[in-house]
């Protein structure tokens, strides 16, 4: 006993096809954007706290000019 494949299936083989695809798309782009976002939370996270611990680390800033220690010359 064989069953024939209908237009309607095909048709609605296609729509869900598409339909699939496009939830596929959605999500991978939402993790993606999630999963950037975490890096990019964590990077600025992890520079706030080097930044905390070593100030002049990464600064542009100069040093301070400190006084010589007794017995050495500038």
Do not use: I
């Amino acid at each position: 006993m064989r069953t024939t494949l209908t237009p309607e299936f095909y048709q609605l083989f296609a729509v869900l096809l598409v339909a699939s695809m496009a939830v596929t798309f959605v999500v991978a782009a939402v993790a993606d954007a999630l999963f950037v976002r975490s890096l990019r939370r964590l990077h600025t996270w992890r520079q706030a706290t080097l930044h905390r611990r070593h100030p002049r680390v990464g600064s542009s800033a100069r040093p301070a000019a400190h006084a010589p220690m007794a017995g050495q010359s500038r």
